[in-house]
């Protein structure tokens, strides 16, 4: 039976969770309609809201739902734009980093290329971090003009964390919004909302093994934003759509999940984490550990190897059973450098020979010896193919 080590890209739906989903579909209803049926399905869908608050740690009034992760960096990041460039039209400025998810840097590209945003893209060490010194002070120079600061809190191809709560109190001596893509973070890493001084943070379900669809903006109570999509008026207007309660539910009982064995599966992940790297790192030459020592996800590790490209190698490991991925499976298919390592200052080359390994609490030691074995001399053939 095939290993599946691409937890990064999509989190084995929860058996329990899939239950809460199977079971929450045969509601009817729609949570606007007024009727019992109605009333029913709403109840659901704001009980739903509640749990995900008190997993990420904010208000329920706070929680937009959406269709996933792309859905809510597009909102955050447009809807922070053009509302705050609104109020005043030196706002044209947006600050994020390269190594974000495209999810993020499509909506930034398409802001500069259709409405004459400004975009400045921080630097980016060789560990994968992102210069905070840089964002202080492009901050002090043109404070004035930054519509909003949007850096992921955690990576999701190298794993690498970022200071959210640094980045939070720079932006916060200028009142300058920051949102974050949390897809990465949430439920694999602490990130309370209220304790972050963010304006805005997406949330992903299938990320947290709930179901591929339903996301979240978190978005402050001071925070406004302009909505992309008009109709009904639902989510505080500001995601119109007939609301997906069933999902609602789904997500609510994974993040719930998530947090509640936070602990458990760090440990866990952690521990996996070093017994791969020491067997990796013992028994590969020339395999390097992307994020070097940099804070990063325990469930994350993200490698290249010298000589070889991912595509080869990503088949032999498929042919052996072992789901991996090269980076971001958005990307999976069209064989592209990563462009996170190009970010961090690697080669083509290199970008071009990455491998990611992501696990979770059903992952085991025995897993991680199988792939182990297998990788070793699968990295032997992609090098002598390449
Ligand atoms: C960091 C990050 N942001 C955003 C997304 C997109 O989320 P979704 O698949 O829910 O649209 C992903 C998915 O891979 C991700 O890893």
């Avoid at 739902?65 to 990041?77: K, R, Y």
């Avoid at 990563?338 to 390994?357: F, P, Y």
Wanted: aromatic content about 6%.
């Amino acid at each position: 039976m095939a290993i599946y080590l691409d937890y990064a890209a999509s989190v084995p739906i929860n058996a329990e969770v899939l239950a809460t989903f199977t079971e929450a579909l045969t509601v009817s209803g729609n949570a606007s309609s007024t009727h019992s049926f109605g009333q029913t399905s709403r109840m659901m869908l704001e009980e739903s809201r509640e749990q995900i608050a008190l997993a990420v740690g904010c208000d329920r009034s706070e929680v937009i739902f959406t269709s996933g992760g792309t859905e809510s960096d597009n909102l955050a990041i447009k809807g922070l734009f053009w509302q705050r460039r609104g109020e005043d039209s030196a706002r044209n400025v947006i600050v994020s980093a390269y190594t974000e998810h495209h999810g993020v840097i499509d909506p930034i590209e398409w802001l500069e290329t259709h409405e004459g945003a400004e975009v400045i893209w921080l630097p980016v060490l060789e560990n994968g971090q992102v210069d905070l010194k840089a964002l202080e002070n492009v901050l002090l120079d043109r404070a004035n003009e930054v519509a909003l600061v949007s850096l992921m809190w955690a990576n999701n191809e190298t794993g690498v964390i970022t200071d959210i709560q640094a980045v939070t109190a720079l932006a916060a001596k200028h009142k300058i919004p920051v949102h974050s893509d949390a897809v990465a973070a949430f439920g694999h890493m602490s990130t309370n909302f209220a304790d972050s001084g963010l304006a805005a943070m997406s949330i992903t379900a299938h990320k947290v093994a709930g179901p591929v669809g339903v996301g979240a903006l978190i978005l402050s109570r001071a925070s406004k934003v302009t909505s992309l999509i008009h109709g009904g008026g639902q989510e505080r207007s500001v995601r119109s759509g007939t609301m997906n309660a069933a999902g609602a539910k789904a997500f609510a009982h994974a993040a719930e999940l998530a947090v509640k064995n936070l602990d458990q599966h760090i440990r866990h992940t952690d521990s996996l984490l070093a017994k791969l790297r020491e067997s990796i790192e013992t028994s590969i030459a020339g395999a390097r550990f992307s994020r070097a020592d940099a804070p990063g996800l325990s469930m994350n590790a993200h490698y290249t190897f010298e000589g070889l490209k991912s595509d080869g190698l990503l088949f032999l490991l498929d042919q052996a059973g072992f789901a991996v991925s090269a980076g971001s499976a958005c990307q999976a298919g069209v064989a592209r450098a990563s462009h996170v390592l190009l970010a961090m200052g690697r080669s083509e080359d290199e970008a071009n020979a990455c491998l990611r390994i992501t696990f979770g609490l059903e992952t085991t030691a025995a897993d991680i010896d199988a792939f182990v074995q297998a990788l070793v001399p699968a990295v032997e053939s992609a090098r002598q193919a390449n």
